[in-house]
């Protein structure tokens, strides 16, 4: 491997390692600013929202992938393509409904909460990594696909995988522009 593909690689592992090191502040601030767990996932879910939005065009662009034909495509290169990239691992896929628009992704090891060892006392309504599921949601929304992701499994209360499930409910149809001739 060359120099400068070492380096890159040492540069991003060093910014998923800052981004999950600051991701648990951002948490243990706003358990502190919210009474309720249900308001700090809120946010954490519009938050991954928000970067679900922008995450998509470097996605798009630094992947190359080609239009996918079926929903478990689309969840093939969710695991297989976006969670490498963006967070180094790799989930399986499981579909879990016959019409085909259910997965699950199931992660091993899931980075956010690594350094996490249990859920702050009180706080078990909370789900930690809330921010996955948004920006899932949000980068398919941009790609034209409403789809509900939510945790269905998580370790940090006490299940042996954390399972992040994936609804696909419908295309949605894109605006076209008109000319002006």
């Given amino acids: 491997m060359s120099q400068s593909a070492n380096r890159r690689?040492?540069?991003?592992?060093?910014?998923?390692?800052?981004f999950v090191l600051t991701y648990g502040a951002l948490v243990a601030q706003l358990c502190k600013d919210?009474?309720?767990?249900e308001d700090v996932n809120q946010y954490l879910d519009r938050m991954g929202y928000s970067i679900g939005v922008r995450l998509v065009d470097d996605f798009l662009a630094r992947s190359c992938v080609r239009r996918c034909r079926s929903y478990s495509e689309v969840a093939d290169l969710i695991a297989q393509v976006a969670f490498k990239m963006y967070l180094g691992i790799t989930p399986s896929v499981t579909c879990s409904s016959p019409t085909a628009n259910e997965f699950s992704l199931i992660l091993d090891k899931n980075p956010l909460s690594d350094i996490v060892e249990e859920l702050p006392a009180g706080r078990s309504g909370l789900?930690?990594?809330?921010?996955?599921?948004?920006a899932i949601r949000g980068a398919l929304e941009m790609v034209h696909l409403a789809a509900s992701v939510t945790f269905l499994q998580d370790r940090l209360k006490g299940d042996n995988v954390t399972e992040i499930g994936i609804t696909f409910l419908k295309k949605l149809e894109e605006k076209r522009r008109r000319r002006n001739k």
């Fill in 9 to 18: 690689q040492e540069n991003h592992k060093i910014s998923r390692d800052l």
């Fill in 34 to 37: 919210f009474e309720k767990d």
């Fill in 127 to 134: 789900c930690y990594c809330s921010l996955l599921c948004g």
